[in-house]
């Protein structure tokens, strides 16, 4: 066993990355400014020119696309139910209404043809999710969406770096990034909005600072008084330089980050082919560059002779630490109780959520931990094969 305990994420942080935050802190300018929009303006160069608009979170960003498009009662959102809470939530404070659809048992992906029977008249905006790092169909989704006329607005939470075909998330359409700590690169606390709709990104870009043309930085820089105008009642949801400097000292290695993560994932595929009811997740058809976000496996209790959270338990006895990504929304207690109608609807997505267990996954891991964690799996499911029999 481990004698030290190895977490399921960690971000990887430099000297170069401490660096950028202490320059920042010594500059005198901290909260949005010079960093921010270089942040915004390294990420649109990678993606070709899309319009990037940093904000505090991940679920920011959403808020303030949300707003931006005004969702709102007798609104329907098609989203599926495997998904982090914060989207459906935003759905339900804006009054909105989410409808599930189910994803593929294997990707954990939502299908175009499951998003197209969803759609009614109501339909205001579809949410696809690249699931830990895996992209969508976003051909087919966009032909379907605008042949509607709905929005469009994909969850990259887990996708930023993911590309389908030659296409990179986010440098088409409109996608929502996230820089949490357990992301592939990291803010501490952030997000970012891409896209080629530039109507949508200078609403959002106001919306983000009380709905003023322009921001802090702006005023004080350039020596304008303080007499900024309203055009309508926005939030506070900019990201301060301090953070953005670390995004942007990240951003230079995403694709090493990627790449690395990429190999701790054939290393783990290839030692969990042989343990049975361990079963990773799917890689999806045709050609991806996918984020590897997650190392997500499903505990089929009848093969593995342990339930999931029975497993994640002896992990973490063992010193080795896990997730769940995640309990579908529609099982957590207020939506069982407010939206009953989707208990026993989504079979897939149940499936799943009742197994899903993610392994540690970070880039400065090493061989040697992953050998650690299949080792560990090993001895869980060999020791209760023996019990059984």
Request: some cysteine; aromatic content about 4%; proline content about 5%.
């Amino acid at each position: 066993m481990r004698t030290t305990f190895l977490p399921f994420a960690r971000p990887s942080i430099s000297d170069e990355d401490i660096q950028a935050v202490v320059q920042t802190l010594q500059s005198g300018w901290i909260t949005t400014g010079s960093q921010c929009a270089s942040l915004e303006q390294a990420m649109a160069d990678r993606l070709g020119g899309a319009n990037v608009v940093a904000a505090m979170s991940g679920t920011a960003v959403m808020d303030l696309v949300f707003r931006a498009l005004n969702i709102g009662p007798g609104d329907e959102i098609i989203t599926p139910s495997m998904t982090w809470v914060s989207t459906v939530n935003l759905i339900t404070l804006h009054g909105a209404t989410p409808v599930f659809v189910d994803v593929d048992r294997d990707t954990l992906l939502v299908s175009p043809e499951s998003i197209e029977s969803a759609m009614t008249s109501r339909t205001k905006a579809v949410i696809p999710v690249h699931y830990c790092g895996a992209p969508c169909d976003m051909d087919a989704i966009r032909s379907i969406c605008d042949g509607r006329g709905v929005h469009c607005i994909e969850d990259a939470a887990h996708a930023i770096g993911t590309r389908l075909g030659s296409s990179e998330v986010g440098s088409t359409g409109t996608a929502v990034f996230s820089m949490h700590p357990i992301k592939t690169i990291t803010t501490g606390e952030g997000g970012l909005l891409a896209t080629d709709d530039e109507q949508l990104a200078q609403r959002v870009r106001r919306l983000r600072f009380h709905g003023l043309e322009v921001d802090a930085h702006d005023r004080s820089q350039h020596g304008r008084a303080p007499q900024a105008q309203v055009f309508e009642p926005g939030v506070k949801a900019n990201l301060p330089d301090m953070n953005a400097a670390l995004g942007l000292s990240q951003l230079r290695r995403l694709d090493t980050f990627i790449d690395r993560r990429d190999v701790l994932t054939k290393r783990y595929r290839e030692g969990l082919a042989d343990i049975k009811g361990i079963d990773p997740v799917a890689d999806p058809t045709g050609s991806h560059r996918h984020g590897r976000h997650l190392m997500i496996v499903r505990v089929e209790p009848t093969q593995a002779g342990v339930d999931r959270d029975e497993f994640m338990a002896m992990l973490k006895d063992a010193n080795i630490g896990t997730g769940i990504h995640f309990l579908a929304v529609h099982t957590h207690a207020w939506y069982r109780e407010h939206m009953p109608q989707w208990d026993g609807a989504l079979p897939e997505t149940e499936y799943n959520s009742d197994r899903i267990c993610s392994l540690p996954l970070f880039p400065d891991m090493t061989d040697a931990d992953v050998d650690d964690v299949l080792k560990a799996v090993h001895s869980i499911v060999n020791a209760q094969s023996a019990v059984s029999s």
